[in-house]
């Protein structure tokens, strides 16, 4: 019986084994599709960011992911804002057009989904239970987690490269994707950015990685990028805003009205250069954008208590500059603000600390 019984393990143990060592090769698989070599066929550079910048009529859909290492603290209602750059956002996407997509962005079990559809957004935030429409043009916005996705954040940074150097990257698999790469070495002076390395679909041009480098780095300090994507038109049913009903709350914004009465707020405008930079014409008057390429940055006026407390946040973690006056660098990001009379400036940009303070101190 002891022998039996020897025997009959040492069976089961081959089994086991064999079976143990099929999974392990099924589970490497998709380690080994990843680390093979990329074989992105050659492209030329400039055809690579022709391609980019047209991508915006290719439809895809997928899931994707960025991670974002600047230590940026909560600002007063701007705590959805500084967690994109400081954390990591999940998303779903799916775009049929460029007046038709979705991206939800998950956190745990709570979800914010936008989509644009027939002219208008509509955003519903599952744990408020809130559907919001916002009706009209939205030339001035906070960034919000859509921004962030490979494609919206790789046409954003294309687009504002201004007398830029553009260089080849080696191919990337990305997604199961083999990639295109292509490098962006800022010419702009005053600016906290390095570099952006971007991987693209060759064939549509569609980003689907994107890295920032800050200056005096050697690591990115924010990725975006695809782990699932599917280069195919998504699914019309997937793109159809839901509708208010019972114990679900609805509200219609305009932003024509939202517009103007940010201009009643912001009475007297800004100055109409700072900074050595000539203010850019925007339809905002409590709002500014200076600057040019990479060393862009904006200027806001926060009313009362919120202004008060964003500027303490700055304060606390930054350094003052003069008795009301402060700047954060968070190596890429860099924030300031000034207290006044009239309400509290917020800047923030992709400015050098040395710009923003300039800034900080002509507002003061």
Known sequence: MGAHGTVVSSQARRRWLVVLVVVALLAAVPVLLALR???????????LRARIAASGGHPFHGYAQSS???PVPDLPGLSDVTSLVSGVTEMRT????????RVDVLDGAAETDLYQADGAQVMWESAAGQLTRIEGPQPVRLPRGADL????????????????????????????????????APGTAGTTVARVDLWADPDTGLPLQVEITARGGSRPVFVTRF??????????????PPEPGPGVGSVVTDTS??????????????????????????PLAAAGVYGTGFARFVVARLPG?????????????????????AVLP???????????????YLIAGLAEPAVIQQVVRELS
Do not use: C, M
């Not at 799916?94 to 997509?101: F, L, T, V």
């Not at 190596?331 to 009379?341: H, M, P």
């Open 94 to 101: 799916w775009y049929a057009s460029p007046e038709r997509w």
């Open 37 to 47: 070599p990329a074989a992105a066929g050659e492209i030329e550079i400039g055809a």
């Open 68 to 70: 974002g290492l600047l």
């Open 227 to 240: 782990l699932e994507v599917h280069l195919s038109a998504p699914d019309n049913g997937v793109l159809t």
């Open 305 to 325: 208590g919120a202004g008060r407390r964003a500027y303490e946040q700055v304060r606390t973690f930054g350094t003052a500059v003069g008795d009301d006056a």
């Open 149 to 184: 996705t490979p494609p919206a954040l790789g046409a954003r940074l294309l687009a504002l490269a201004a007398g830029d150097t553009f260089s080849p990257l080696a191919a990337k698999r990305v997604a199961g994707v083999d990639a295109a790469g292509l490098r962006i």
């Open 257 to 282: 009205d939202l517009l103007a009465a940010a201009n009643r707020l912001g009475r007297g405008g800004l100055p109409e250069r700072l900074g050595g930079f000539a203010r850019q014409a925007t």
């Open 330 to 344: 968070t190596g890429l990001l860099t924030v300031g603000a000034v207290r006044g009379g009239r309400g509290t």
